[in-house]
Each structure stands twice: as structure tokens, then as C-alpha cells.
């Protein structure tokens, strides 16, 4: 029996130890960064920062603790006033509606892929994989699919669509 758990401690460690090595010793494919785009909102959707409180507190829904809470993430956030935040959020009624939150989506994201599309001199046709990932925004089709859809990419492109992360 003695011999049965020295041979099994023995084929563990070697085991554990060709796994460490394989895992460090195999050399890693590089993965490069080719370029960036940033997405630059439009003149109009620029939004002062001190319109955000008196906003808030005019909806009726936050007692004042809120507003205090709200009002002390928002100045230590980084948020200046060249923030931008599309108009229908801050309008008069406001929209917090699928159809706002795909318009907003398409905006930002077409712009800036498109944008990375003509540094790189990348065709939609040449991109393998396409990532994305939302917290709160997950519709159907999924952004990734939307952005596939939208740039014509090949159907042999791989899309993963991360949510609620």
C-alpha cells in the first residue's frame, strides 16, 4: 500500500512539474497592438458637468443624500466639462429607451472602427475576430454581430459578445 502512494506522489510531482515547465518554457505567440481610435463625441453632445446635479435633483427621484452621493462620484470621477453625453439623455423628456441606447452604440463604436479602419489601411474583409463587451447594453443582434453586420465582414469571422461583465 506504501508503495501504491509513493509511486502515485511520484507520477503527481512529475506531472505537476511537466505542466510548469511546458506552461513557462512554451514560447507565447506576440500579440501586437497595430493602432487605436477614440471615438470624439459630436460639438453638441458636449455636457457641462454642473448641469448634471440640478438635473438629477429636478426628476424628483433622489432624496438629497443621493444628490450628495451622487454629486461627490461625479467630482472625483475625472468627468470634466469635455465630457461628452448624447442629447437624449439630458433632453426634455428624457429617453432611456433600446432605440437611444443602439443610436448611441452605432454612433460611437461605427465611428471609431471606422476611424481604426483607415489608419491601419485594414479591410473589414481581412479581421478574424470580432470582441466586444457591455455591462448593461446586450441586445439582440449582439453588438458584435452589429458590427460585423455593418462593416460587411466575411461570415468565416469569429464574434464573441461579452455582457454583463
Known sequence: MSVNVAVFGVLAAVTVASLLSYTFATPKLPVYLVD???????????????????MSAQTG??????????????????????????????????????????KEFEVTCFTAIRDLLNKTGVQPRQIGVVITNSSLFNPTPSLSATIMNHFKMPH???NYNLGGM
Open 36 to 54: 487605436f481610435a477614440v471615438h470624439k463625441g459630436l460639438e453638441e453632445w458636449k455636457f457641462c458637468k454642473d448641469l448634471f446635479i440640478p
Open 61 to 102: 427621484r433622489f432624496t438629497d443624500d443621493e444628490l450628495d452621493f451622487q454629486k461627490k462620484i461625479l467630482y472625483r470621477s475625472g468627468l470634466g466639462d469635455e465630457t461628452y453625453v448624447p442629447p437624449w439623455l439630458y433632453s426634455k423628456p428624457q429617453y432611456f429607451d433600446y432605440a437611444h441606447a443602439r
Open 156 to 158: 468565416s469571422t469569429l
